[in-house]
């Protein structure tokens, strides 16, 4: 079957019809869960009772029939409460193949009830605190009647739906917000983007906002090993989005692709946006969802954790608690004078700076330095290259092959912050294509490459020692990185669609890509590659070094230890030029 989006014809495929992790039958009723409730043992206990209002049928505006899980407190019967939605595909309370705890990110078995949605919020947690969670199975996931949507308008409308039922029954205050990490996050941005008058806040904890450039084909290198796992466990009765299909047949940029970027300028609610360095797929989204939307009430918190390790911290949830008190429970709690950006900046080798006030982001203090390419040296250099021609070379094609370095040594006291950007002249001597990719590291004053462990030691499972922290993602973070697959280079003038006041807020070293050609390669031909790299926050004490590295491998580890790394599709050497002509650089942002 086939759907139209934005106007383009669109492949649809089955979902999967083996469920995994069902623990509950469908079954519409309403139970009470009485205080000390367990799932199973070992699962957090209710601290409170909880009427739950198993599979309630949500009617969409095209007569479709969606389903919801409803919690909300037994203590505030003939109450009414605010809601918040945790709307998703990986299965509502806990059912599918995604579960948190399995994942080892130090959150403890005991800690979540098994009532939350994969990445949205416990209602054991929530419920205590006065708050109605629903969980809503989507079009097409589960028993959600209809074909599974991949973000977007359909996803919007659909969600914009439920937020105007929710409001409209006899336990809820009319005050509607929503909150959930990733997709549970995405799905925000077009949500709110109907403005359905009950929605009256989000709280996106970790979102991309373009998802073909943030997270379906980075730089123009497809996904695939982590969407292919991703997508072929999504289920459901009906069908899905054929996703990587589309990448295929439409592989230029059209409106279909249009239809799944955010619309900045229509997000004018309050907002409460998180970010983090170690997602592989959306700190970008979230500093361009902060800075780029019309909402005059919106806060960024950058941690220096990771996404699930923060969604259920204490820290996180009490800072959550105050601003969905403030606008959906009306009170003046003081939320307004929370600092408008806190932000968190990684030692990798010493405690992080945690949550330090600011007013924007990156801080006006920041200031962009361009840094040549010494091949010679291998070092960063602020004198432009002469009209002598240099050069270095790495086997693209060759895994073990570590690429070529250049580093800075400070000499005081230097902290970078935010989006950075490399301009390289490279060539490749065999093939019509070459990927490249990039990363900031820190090395120490030995010149040893450090890795940040994302998660503290203390909060992983008792014995856990450095030695034995995952090689994933998830667990580890390398750096700031970049990566662009050359016959994709085409960049556009300025990132579309954005509000006068918007634009001033962006970067010398953002950079979006066209998508809109492709442009091969001929062996020998050099070529204008312009890298942007996701936004950082290291601190660098004097003696320590930035190493700016050049890669034709996948640098990021997989997200999670079933993923293998990208396929390499490069074919011999590269070579990175540096001269007059050829003014390799990096752009970086710095506050000495």
Not at 131 to 140: H, K, M, S, T
Not at 244 to 273: F, G, R, S
Not at 305 to 334: A, I, P
Not at 351 to 370: D, F, G, L, T, W
Request: proline share 7%; net charge negative; hydrophobic share 35%.
């Amino acid at each position: 079957m086939s759907h139209t989006i934005a106007g383009v014809p669109v492949a649809f495929t089955d979902t999967r019809r083996d469920w995994q992790r069902v623990w509950q039958k469908f079954d519409p009723a309403t139970v009470t869960l009485p205080k000390g409730w367990e799932r199973e043992p070992g699962y957090r206990p209710l601290p409170v009772g909880i009427v739950w209002h198993r599979d309630s049928a949500i009617t969409l505006r095209d007569g479709v029939k969606i389903y919801a899980d409803i919690f909300r407190p037994k203590a505030l019967e003939g109450t009414p409460v605010p809601a918040v939605i945790s709307w998703g595909p990986f299965g509502k309370t806990d059912k599918g193949f995604a579960n948190t705890v399995n994942l080892e990110v130090g959150i403890p078995r005991n800690g979540l009830s098994g009532l939350e949605s994969f990445e949205g919020l416990d209602p054991a947690e929530w419920c205590q605190r006065g708050y109605a969670i629903v969980n809503i199975d989507g079009r097409g996931s589960y028993n959600s009647e209809g074909d599974l949507f991949v973000h977007g308008k359909q996803e919007g409308e659909d969600s914009a739906d439920s937020v105007e039922w929710i409001a409209k029954q006899g336990w809820s205050n009319g005050s509607v917000g929503m909150a959930g990490n990733s997709w549970l996050a995405v799905v925000q941005w077009f949500t709110a983007a109907q403005k359905p008058p009950h929605l009256k806040a989000i709280a996106p904890w970790e979102g991309a906002s373009d998802f073909r450039r943030h997270i379906l084909s980075r730089g123009g290198i497809g996904n695939i090993p982590f969407l292919t796992f991703l997508l072929r466990n999504f289920s459901g009765s009906n069908q899905r989005e054929d996703i990587l299909t589309e990448l295929t047949e439409h592989k230029y940029w059209n409106p279909y692709w249009e239809d799944k970027v955010a619309k900045y300028d229509q997000l004018d609610l309050p907002m409460y946006i998180t970010g983090s360095y170690s997602t592989a797929l959306h700190i970008e989204g979230s500093i361009k969802g902060f800075n780029y939307s019309n909402s005059k009430e919106k806060w960024l918190r950058i941690h220096p954790t990771q996404e699930w390790h923060d969604l259920y911290s204490s820290e996180g949830t009490d800072d959550l608690q105050r601003f969905f008190d403030r606008y959906l429970n009306g009170k003046n709690n003081g939320w307004e004078a929370t600092p408008r950006v806190r932000l968190s900046l990684l030692r990798y080798n010493a405690p992080p700076i945690r949550h330090r006030p600011e007013s924007e982001y990156p801080p006006a203090r920041v200031q962009y330095e361009k840094l040549y390419l010494d091949t010679k040296n291998q070092t960063l250099v602020q004198q432009a290259p002469g009209a002598q021609l240099g050069s270095i070379t790495f086997a693209a094609h060759d895994k073990q092959d570590d690429g070529s370095h250049f580093t800075l040594t400070f000499d005081k006291y230097t902290e970078l912050i935010g989006f950075s950007k490399a301009v390289l002249y490279v060539s490749t001597d065999a093939g019509d294509d070459l990927d490249v990719y990039v990363v900031i590291r820190k090395l120490d004053k030995d010149g040893n490459a450090l890795i940040n462990n994302n998660i503290p030691l203390k909060d992983l499972a008792p014995g856990s020692t450095e030695a034995g922290v995952p090689n994933t993602n998830i667990h580890k973070y390398i750096g700031p990185n970049g990566a662009l697959r050359a016959s994709w280079r085409a960049v556009l003038p300025e990132e579309p669609g954005l509000t006068a006041e918007a634009r001033k807020l962006t970067t010398p070293a953002e950079t979006i890509l066209s998508l809109d050609r492709e442009e091969k390669l001929q062996p020998g031909q050099i070529v204008k590659l312009e890298i942007q790299i996701w936004p950082g926050g290291i601190a660098f004490n004097p003696g320590e070094s930035l190493r700016f590295e050049v890669k034709g491998n996948e640098i990021l580890l997989p997200e999670i230890a079933v993923l293998r790394t990208k396929e390499n599709p490069n074919k011999g050497r590269a070579t990175i030029y540096s001269s007059q002509e050829y003014p390799s650089h990096v752009l970086l942002p710095f506050d000495h």
